[in-house]
């Protein structure tokens, strides 16, 4: 009996402090994430110059186009962002953590994107975004078909140190 009590107590005090490092990882990871989005997003001031093009010419359906890509595809950080989903995942003796940062665009719509991290390095694989106006803006099938490729890159990545 004691072996059985001694058992319990030593698995419900393992379990938290697994979590607790769990958990201590995933903050660790969050700053890395934000950099890699800040430095793939497009340049900043893109969507300004653009509304202000389209504030001259407002009937122009090209720069109303251009606007919304550059406006709408990536996390606007001076709003406020969250994580969710975030695991850590363990593939041939590595950890991969796995998670989701959501927050606005500049125009205030709702984005957010998938990431895989590898760890200890915190290095960011892959990102896929809820959505990418950005690629549709400049009706060239070539990004449109890198953008296909990429999405296919994450979801195998994704299923292979994700699940």
């Not at 800040?38 to 093009?53: E, I, M, N, R, T």
């Not at 389209?54 to 890509?69: F, I, R, T």
């Not at 595809?73 to 989701?100: A, L, N, Q, R, W």
């Not at 099938?141 to 953008?147: A, G, K």
Request: charged share 25%.
């Amino acid at each position: 009996m004691k072996g059985v009590v001694l058992s319990a107590s030593l698995l419900t005090s393992i379990v938290p402090v697994s979590y607790g490092q769990e958990n201590f990882q995933h903050e660790q990871i969050k700053p890395y994430v934000i950099g890699f989005l800040k430095k793939v997003a497009s340049s900043p001031g893109s969507c300004d110059l653009f509304k202000g093009f389209l504030a001259k010419e407002p009937s122009s359906s090209h720069l109303k186009k251009m606007m919304l890509g550059f406006c709408d595809s990536d996390i606007d950080f001076s709003k406020p962002i969250s994580f969710s989903e975030m695991k850590t995942h363990h593939f041939e003796d590595e950890d991969y953590v796995c998670g989701i940062i959501s927050g606005q665009t500049e125009i205030n719509r709702k984005i957010g994107a998938r990431f895989i991290s590898a760890e200890p390095y915190h290095l960011i694989l892959n990102v896929k975004y809820s959505r990418r106006p950005i690629l549709y803006t400049f009706d060239d099938e070539f990004f449109v078909s890198e953008y296909r490729l990429q999405i296919k890159s994450f979801n195998d990545l994704y299923e292979k140190y994700c699940q």
